[in-house]
């Protein structure tokens, strides 16, 4: 800017005192612009790189790329390396499996989900291959788990039987002999589900106490002789659902027996008439 206001400043009073070609001569001396300046110098990461910078949330006022650039050169800052994980060129792998599969096939493939951007039956030969390795390696496992099992020592009990539990807490019994429990219980209480409008000590108790009463009642007539029988009489049809002297309703969506096979007719007329035919049928019967 020093330089621009003074070779402007002495192209004006060279202006004013006529000399045309001394103030092209102050013009060629202005420096010319440079475009290389406004790219950043490399190395740097492009806005959209979303690996992580260190130090980066600690640094505003640049643009991502010269920010990028003041990390990567500063030895101080980062580790000098354009990412954080080493990167190693990529081995080509051989298929060892041939693979006899031809594109087409919908089946399921082990391992397939893993291979892409390859053609369909060099795919299929790679998973193939990691299948085969992922066999192998369940295979030596359960050998050496075998082996392991075997070397261990074998635990025996302290006693054969168990006893009997009994439980420490005190049962919580009234004169009557009956168990209740508290509010806050939250466990199943037999027969009390018709209890209602009580209390629910008070309810427990009822409760507990038809149930012992209905397992007394079944133990009575445990051994009790009994004796199955079964009526032989038809059970009677209250409900006529075919009436005998008329058709039925328009819009009835049940079965009539034999109304199919009548044409031309109103549906009362034809359901009677196929009732008629019914009756008579069961009447031969």
Known sequence: YLLQDKVSKQWYQRRVRGDISLCFFAMSEIQRFNPDSLVTKSPYHIPGYGGYIPQRKYMIGGTFSKTTHEILTDAKLGSGNF???????????????????????TGYIPKGEHWFA??????????????????????AERTRMA???????????????????????????????????????TGFLPMSRNKIS?????????????????????????NLPFQLERSTRKPEISRIVYPKTSGMVPHYTGHIPGEKFKYGDTFGISTNAALKTMYAASATE
């Open 147 to 185: 082996v392991e099992r075997g070397k261990a020592v074998p635990m025996t009990p302290f006693r054969r039987s168990t006893e009997p539990y009994v439980s420490k807490r005190p049962s919580r019994s009234t004169s009557t002999g009956l168990d209740y429990h508290i509010s806050g219980y």
């Open 198 to 222: 009580m209390g629910y000590p008070s309810m427990t108790k009822q409760a507990i106490a038809d149930y012992r009463e209905k397992e007394r009642e079944e133990a009575a007539m445990k």
């Open 83 to 105: 990412v954080l994980q080493k990167i190693e060129p990529v081995k080509e792998k051989i298929p060892r499996e041939k693979s006899y599969l031809i594109p087409g096939y």
């Open 118 to 139: 390859l053609p369909y039956v060099t795919a299929c030969s790679y998973a193939k291959g990691d299948h085969r390795d992922a066999m192998s390696h369940q295979a």
